[in-house]
Every structure is written in C-alpha cells, then in structure tokens.
C-alpha cells in the first residue's frame, strides 16, 4: 500500500470526496489524513473520508504526523509542490518522486466515474443545444461567450470545466482564441469550445458552425464559402477516421497519426498544430494525452477527446471535437452527441 502526499484540489477529491483550496492530504499505511485550517474544518468533517486535523501551520502538522507514524518513504509529485515546502518534507522522510501520480491513478476511470462524465456530457451537449436561440448576428464575441456561458451553467447552477472560447472567422485560426469586440454576421463561422462540470467531472465538446438560416449544432455543417466547407470536410473526415479506429490494445499514439495523415495527404498537415486530444475527468487536461508519442495501450475506463483542426492565420479555423469512453464491455461510445 503506497504512503503519499498530495496538495491539489481535484487529486485529494479523488482520495476522499472532499477537497478546499488550502489543504494538504496525507496516506500512510492506508490511513488518510485532510489537514486543512479552521475556515474548512466543519465542511471536511461532514464530507471528507478522512481524519480531519485542523491548524495554522498545514505543513508543520504533516511532518508531525510524518515523524510519529515512521514513514520511511512517502510518494510525492515534485510537479505540484514549491521548492522550500519539497525540502522541509524530505527532512522528515525519504520523498519518492513520481511525475503525474494522481493522473497516473485517474487514468482509467470506474463505471461510477464513467456514468458521472457521461451525465457532464449530456448536459454540456443540452447546453450547446440551448445556446442556439441566444446566437444572433450583430453581437460581439464578448455579448455571445456571455449568452453562451449562461446556458452552460444553468445560471450558477453549473461550474465551467474552462473559459468558453468563442470565435468569429478570423479569431478561429486561433485554437484557444481569446473573445473580442469582433461582431458575428450572416454567414460566418463560428467556433465553440466549451464544457460544463457534474459533480465536479468535466465535459468538453468542439463545433464550428456556420451562421446561416437554420443554426445548427451537427457535425454536419454547410457553408457558403467553398474553401470553409472544403477545410470543414478534411476536419470531420479526420475526426470521424480516427475514432473509427480506436480499439482496446492499440496504441493511443495511431489515433493521432490516422487523423493527422488526413490532413496531411489533403495538404494541410502544416496547419494541424496540436495534438489530437486529451484525457478528461477531474481535470480538463489529464491522462491519457491523445499525441504522436503516447505509446499507452487503450484499455477500457478510459475517457479522451479526439480533436482535429486546420488554422490557416489570418483566415479561419476548424475544430471539431468529441469525447470517446471506452466501455468496460470494450465498445467505444462517442458521448459529444447526447442530447
């Protein structure tokens, strides 16, 4: 049973169900301790599977509990923690350094987790659904991520899994654009990247959608400009090539190849400047990466995007992105399209 330290919101939720902003988990020989200070004491004692300790001095109390329980070796994730705090620790204990611990555990998610997301998923794909009637030309990206933002968190109701990006033609050749004063007009492009958080799992959905008569949120989109509908066919060839291919045992790394050697035998494969998807749960970003140099077998359990795009600078953008789950029956579900 691995002894290990954690100081990250989303990693202590995981251990226990509960988590703050100022709090610093602990696990030796199986026993969990939330240390936390006096503001969070009542909420982690109704909620937090753990011996809740309350003090002003978080990491003093950790090497107490450190020294008196003989811990001779405890994990830590030297990414997460300051330089100062990493060397008071490892004067109390022999600190084993593991990179992406937490992410390394949360890679496959439970049946339980899986129905969370796919219920974060459906209400984000609702969401982008209610979004529709709020989309009018003449209003400026910032007006529109507003109206947009309302629908995603049902007005408070909801967390952003992340800033929606909204962006017109231009700004879409951007792929995390940042809203301007720019105005939407007939027939333009729109991108949307957004997602919303269910009991703290996040969601994450892509759509480049043309502003025409009839606004719709399908991956099936028609533009009136023939090199928009030229750039948007190579992307969704892309998007629906690669997870057609996905299977248990693969490596994830042909998934980023297959979409990519679509856009690039179309001769755009200079304008393609990401990876193709990520892992998502807890954390937008988390394992599994979707890269060229994830040579992670797929397995069940797991949750990733698959997003291709085309960024041609000055012009505009396409993205188009879904997430996939791996069932524990090995099917592979396409969750973006609940409704």
């Not at 719709?216 to 948007?232: A, E, H, W």
């Not at 035998?265 to 599994?288: Q, R």
């Not at 140099?293 to 041609?312: H, Q, S």
């Amino acid at each position: 049973m691995d002894n290990f330290i954690l100081n990250k919101e989303n990693e202590i939720y995981y251990e226990c169900g509960y988590s703050c902003d100022n709090v610093i988990f602990l696990s030796i020989e199986g026993e969990k301790y939330f240390i936390t200070d006096g503001r969070y004491t009542l909420d982690a004692k109704q909620n937090a599977k753990a011996n809740v300790i309350t003090t002003s001095n978080l990491l003093k109390t950790v090497k107490e509990i450190i020294l008196k329980k003989r811990a001779k070796r405890i994990i830590i994730d030297p990414l997460n923690w300051d330089y100062d705090s990493f060397v008071s620790l490892s004067k109390v204990t022999t600190l084993k350094q593991i990179k992406n611990y937490s992410h390394q555990k949360r890679e496959i998610k439970s049946e339980d987790e899986l129905k969370i997301i796919k219920k974060a998923v459906k209400k984000g794909a609702k969401a982008f659904e209610k979004f529709k009637s709020e989309i009018q030309t003449n209003l400026d990206e910032f007006d529109l991520s507003y109206r947009f933002k309302e629908k995603l968190t049902s007005r408070g109701r909801n967390a952003l899994s992340f800033e929606p990006i909204v962006a017109i033609n231009e700004n879409s050749a951007k792929p995390h654009a940042v809203v301007s004063e720019k105005k939407l007009h007939k027939n333009d492009l729109l991108l949307l990247d957004a997602g919303l958080k269910y009991k703290r799992y996040c969601s994450d959905r892509t759509r480049t959608i043309s502003i025409n008569s009839e606004i719709s949120m399908s991956k099936i989109q028609k533009f009136k400009d023939k090199k928009r509908q030229k750039i948007y066919d190579i992307v969704l060839k892309a998007n629906e090539e690669a997870i057609k291919a996905i299977k248990v045992g693969m490596k994830i790394s042909e998934l980023d190849k297959i979409a990519r050697k679509v856009i690039e035998d179309a001769g755009y494969g200079k304008f393609f400047i990401h990876s193709l998807g990520h892992g998502v749960g807890l954390d937008i970003h988390e394992w599994p990466y979707v890269n060229s140099r994830n040579e992670t077998i797929i397995k069940p359990g797991m949750v990733f995007t698959i997003e291709p795009g085309i960024y041609l600078p000055d012009e505009f953008g396409v993205r188009i992105e879904d997430m996939v789950c791996i069932n524990y029956d090995e099917k592979v579900e396409v969750l973006s399209e609940y409704i």
